[in-house]
């Protein structure tokens, strides 16, 4: 060792030993764990060596039964030199996707163009680690130290899972049932749906898409390999999957129109609903046990799109257990509905999982129910106009048991504050009640014997001039989109129509009309 090494040394092991004394010594515990991790990956923001070297003093403190925190020193500090791959890696990271997957899918039909993954892919996310520096071995903690909070944690700059669709068939299969519905916007449509096949005792699940408004259909990609049921697409390429299935936490996302599927990390247990509208993605889903009544530990997410871990903004709801949670925007505010698990159940008798919350500040807020509504029925956020929402309970004196007449609450302060109900309308307890609206002034109403609109709030009612042939229990689910445009999802189960397809009105509900997938 020469002069210049020695003195090199000795000026390393004054620095250290000069601020060895101001190193707080902190319990090896999860809670400490957590604020470490927490605090080094917002430093890391705008470095991502600061995350692997911050993570490797935590993991090294970890074997002496404490973790060190290392305060902020102003000073340059003696050491190896700083990496150089991240700062000359000029490569875009949006140009290339995992090696290992592979998009397929089937060419459409004449007249529709498909989503493929060179056209117009864009990146997600932050660009992933890649090479040396990723963290290995022991810098990262394992088994009992990672925390155990109900949100799963991955290692710092662990590259996300991509998962390729499979290949779709020529053309969508004559027993295709639609079981969900995105609308792109530009006359871009995706639907899912079942058929029957061989594909491993279940029911498959196709992607179709039509790129001219729904007048002609192709089949994208068979979503089995990726295990997900339900879309939400911002347009041609972005979009979000997940499945329908109870149990069922996975959430993922995709930038080539569903052929191939990266991973969301989120620390779910059951994704119920999730609603994009420009760069933000609003998520509910639950972190609980799930059992037949539902899951517990609802959860509200409220990011940027693209974004692929989630848990930074996962916002705790409720504790109790809910079941088929919706989420609804209203103009650009988003809401909360988890409705009672046996329709017509009032407070207090056992269903404390329901209610609705407006998403603000990447939480979410309880919204207070209107005055005289023991028994909600159903609830909607008119799609065009914002804070308006509407809630469908019964009308006051009623058994909720036995509910016989229900009215419509409509609040045009997002909840905060709530009018009188107006005409009322025949709602037997345990009919399931949809609801969808529009705009201020239109709301839809589907029960068991009849479809309703109003086009004042809900003081008046009456038979669209061409209504929907299909009461709620022949539905899945009716939506309201913005624009006017309501969509109703047949449960091909139950109606029996034979034929693939959905119904929508393009005029706030007046008139309807059947969407074939089939020509």
């Known amino acids: 060792m020469n002069r210049h090494e020695r003195d090199d040394e000795r000026a390393v092991e004054e620095f250290f030993a000069a601020h060895r004394d101001r190193v707080p010594e902190e319990p090896a515990d999860e809670v400490t764990w957590q604020r470490i991790k927490d605090r080094h990956r917002r430093e890391a923001r705008g470095s991502r060596w600061g995350t692997v070297a911050g993570l490797g003093i935590a993991a090294a403190a970890m074997a002496i039964g404490t973790y060190v925190v290392w305060p902020q020193i102003s000073g340059t500090v003696p050491g190896p030199a700083a990496p150089v791959d991240a700062a000359s890696d000029t ?24 989503p493929t993954a060179s056209s117009t892919a864009r990146a997600t996310g932050t660009a992933e680690p890649t090479g040396t520096d990723q963290p290995t071995g022991t810098d990262q903690p394992t088994g009992t130290d990672q925390p155990t909070d109900g ?30 519905t995105s609308d792109a916007g530009g006359g871009q449509l995706f639907a899912t749906g079942t058929h029957e096949a061989d594909c491993e005792g279940t029911l498959c699940v196709l992607l179709a898409a039509s790129t001219d408004g729904g007048l002609t259909w192709y089949p994208v990609a068979d979503l089995v390999p990726v295990g997900i049921s339900q879309v939400e697409f911002l347009d041609a390429q972005t979009g979000y999957g997940w499945a329908d299935a109870r149990g069922s936490g996975a ?6 129109g569903g052929l191939t599927w990266t991973s969301v990390t989120l620390g779910a247990s059951q994704v119920w609903d999730v609603q ?72 207090g008798s056992g269903a404390e999982g329901w209610g609705t919350w407006r998403v603000q500040d990447g939480r979410a807020e309880t919204l207070a129910e209107p005055l005289d509504c023991s028994t909600p029925l159903a609830f909607a956020a ?15 004196g009623q058994d909720p048991a036995s509910v016989s007449d229900a009215g419509v609450w409509r609040s045009t302060t997002g909840g905060r504050t709530w009018g009188s109900p107006g005409g009322s309308f025949a709602a037997l307890s345990g009919d399931g009640v949809l609801m969808a609206s529009t705009d201020a002034d239109h709301v839809l109403v589907v029960t068991r014997d ?7 709030g809900g003081m008046s009612w009456h038979e669209p001039s061409t209504p929907l042939p299909l009461t709620s229990p022949s539905l899945l689910s009716l939506t309201a989109e913005p624009g006017g445009v309501l969509v109703a999802v047949v449960d091909d189960t139950v109606a029996g129509t034979g034929s693939p397809g959905y119904w929508t009105s393009t005029d706030r509900g007046e008139t309807w009309e059947r969407v074939d997938l089939l020509p």
């Open 151 to 180: 949100v799963t944690a991955p290692g710092p700059d662990a590259p996300a899972a991509s998962v390729a669709a499979g290949e779709a068939p020529d053309a969508l299969p004559s027993d295709f049932a639609v079981v969900g």
């Open 251 to 256: 959430l993922y996302l995709t930038d080539d």
């Open 450 to 456: 009849e479809v309703l609109l109003s086009d004042d």
């Open 276 to 347: 994009a509208q420009d760069d933000r993605v609003v998520v509910a889903a639950s972190t609980g046990e799930c059992g037949e009544a539902g899951c517990a530990g609802l959860v509200v997410v409220d990011a940027a799109v693209g974004d692929l871990d989630l848990t930074d903004h996962v916002a705790q709801v409720i504790d109790p257990v809910v079941e088929g949670v919706q989420v609804q925007w209203a103009g650009a505010g988003a809401y909360l509905w988890a409705p009672p698990p046996e329709p017509g159940t009032a407070p």
């Open 382 to 396: 008119a799609a065009d106009t914002d804070g308006q929402i509407f809630t469908a309970c019964a009308l006051p």
């Open 91 to 114: 490569s875009d990271p949006a140009s290339s996707g995992p090696a290992d997957s592979v998009p397929t899918g089937a060419a459409p039909t004449t007249g529709a163009v498909p």
